[in-house]
């Protein structure tokens, strides 16, 4: 059973669509990596979820069953622009928000204490919020948002002014969070975490889902007809080939239309040319969100 | 509901911890200590009770029968030989005022009164004073001193309230009385305007630093509304209590040492009663209608602005006061105490004179159908523009949203 399923939801602002009859799904153990340009729908989409705003149409089920109050308790948001109580000490802001989860304030103190060892806050615990640094604040929240052992985290934008150690230690969180069973659906602009952590993608632009899939298969879709080849020697003439550059250590060949990577290959080894590395072109995740977005522009 | 509880948790440690709140609280009392700590300094200083020098009026009587009873309560009586002595002694400063008996004064019974003050009509202690010891001069050949003393002071009223059932009712009227309830209304408007600050300002903090998303990704908006009105509800009753508890434990110091009007306030029980009723649903119907506009304000100046109109709403009966103190049900007055914005104040003032128990029954169903629809409504408005960062929605918008809930 999918952890959550957004199916065909929109929402509407006065005579404009924000939200387009989109849908997805993801299943429990798996990162989601929802992307889109600035103003797309994602965080309407993620209000819409959370059952902040209601849509206007379409559903969200949380494992199977239409979000309700109940469904609240199930979630971990972390919202992208975020803040807390400048004068509550970490201990107590993380106690207060994990029983607004439903938790008792008993289980939600050593459940906080136990999270805050793993992000070696532990000696901050009694300090106020706002002697926090920026990146102390941000790992708090993280904290807040997975406490209570959520089902399903919204993580947006989650590495926002972490330096690169306590980066790694929250892509290690995730990982582990994925390796428990939790879904995960992981908003960034950061196309590098999302290709190093996401099981599947989903990109949204002006309020429509214009990609959704494996990330294994939209990179499949997407490689292009460019090989990038390193030999000893010159390669020589190659049929089905459109054109070829040659750069100090390797060659762009491009193919012509019909023609495999296989077909190539084997006029190499035939030729007994010795082969350092022989590789399609994938273009990044990055590319591709530059090509959808330019396309729809 | 659990969830509410702890939001009611937080609303309230957040509150008392406030600074300005334990400054407002603590500082009335302090204030009422400190007035008696002076008082009660003065009067040390100056040796003894403070000395209230009885004002002198001179007179010339010119019949030739008014030589007695020149001690009274209010003023001394004495007299001249010729006008000119007299104005001599005023101009001097040893009298305050001098008056001519004139020789056909019993035929005309007019007097001329000579004074340094310009005043709209003559003290009143002077007034009696000259009266009465014309009266004790005018019939003391007549009557008894006894017959004196009735026709000076006809009578002494000592009121007893009944109700319907013949029994003595609850509310006795009186200054006490009075004081009670206006010292009530005030504290609620008082209460209402800090805590509405607090609630605004809370949550328009909360919209601009995106708690709002969290608590509204784990509550839902009818829990959160409801949480912070009654956390902070239950803040504003702890000061009330600490305000009345303050104020039965000076009063006792205040009358013994200062006397007069503190003399004269007691604590009817019933009337307390009916007033924290009021206090809490007043209140509790304020703070909803704070916290939609908290929802709909930008900013926290916004928000002042935009509830100034609810805090007219609910001062409106001090402004009508010329009907409340005349008491009786007037049809303003019954008006006022029915329409749930005005009834809290209208019908604390009005406990201090009497008013129909259909009236205060009428009153607080109203007032709790009110609450419930207001709740209802602001979690709407709460909803649909919290996540408006940085719009205000115009007339229009408002009004579809409350036909839509």
Known sequence: ?297 | MRKTFFIIKHEFRGMVKRTSYIVTTLLLPLVGVLGIVIYNLVQALSGGAVEVQVPKIGYIDQVGIFSEATQQPGAELVAYQSADGAKADLIKGDIKEYFIIPGDYIAKGVLERFSLQTELQPGEASATAIKDFLIANLLKNEVSADITARVQTPYALENTVLDKSGNVAEGQGGFGAYIISYLFSLLLLLSIFTASGFLLQGLVEEKENRVMEVLLSSVSSRQLIAGKVLGLGAAGLVQIAIWLVSFELLLPFASSSIGGLFASISFPPGIIAISLVYFVLGYLLFGILMAGVGAIAPTAQMGQQMSAIFSMMAALPFFLIVFIIQGGDHIVNIILSLFPPTAPLTVMMRLGQGIPLWEIITSIVLLILAILGTLSLSARIFRTFLLMYGKTPNFRDVMRSLRQA
């Open chain 1, 1 to 297: 059973m999918p952890a959550v399923e957004v199916v065909d939801v929109v929402k509407t602002y006065g005579d404009k669509n924000v939200v387009d009859r989109v849908s997805f799904s993801v299943e429990q153990g798996q990162i989601l990596g929802l992307i889109g340009p600035n103003g797309a729908g994602k965080t309407t989409t993620i209000r819409m979820m959370m059952d902040i705003i209601k849509p206007d149409a379409g559903e969200v089920r949380i494992l199977g069953n239409s979000f309700g109050e109940e469904s609240k308790d199930l979630v971990g948001y972390l919202p992208e622009e975020r803040g807390l109580y400048k004068r509550m000490t970490v201990l107590d802001t993380l106690v207060y928000f994990g029983t607004l989860k439903g938790m008792t304030p008993a289980n939600a103190t050593v459940k906080a204490e136990k999270w805050l060892g793993r992000v070696n806050l532990s000696a901050h615990r009694r300090k106020k919020m706002e002697e926090m640094s920026h990146g102390m604040a941000q790992l708090i929240q993280i904290v807040a948002t997975v406490l209570h052992d959520p089902r399903l985290l919204i993580l947006d934008e989650p590495f926002t002014g972490l330096d690169p150690v306590n980066m790694q230690l929250v892509k290690e969180i995730i990982a582990e969070l994925r390796g428990e069973g939790k879904a995960i659906i992981l908003s960034t602009h950061r196309m590098n975490e999302v290709e190093a952590l996401c099981d599947t993608v989903f990109m949204i632009n002006k309020g429509k889902g214009v990609l959704h899939g494996a990330l294994a298969d939209i990179k499949r879709r997407f490689r292009g007809n460019t090989l990038i080849i390193e030999s000893d020697g010159p390669l020589g003439e190659l049929r089905g080939v459109a054109s070829v550059k040659t750069e100090a250590n390797h060659s762009e060949v491009v193919m012509a239309d019909g023609t495999t990577p296989q077909q190539i290959l084997e006029q190499l080894v035939a030729r007994k040319v010795a082969v350092m590395r022989f590789e399609v072109a994938t273009p990044s995740l990055n590319d591709i969100f530059i090509q959808i977005a330019g396309e729809n522009r």
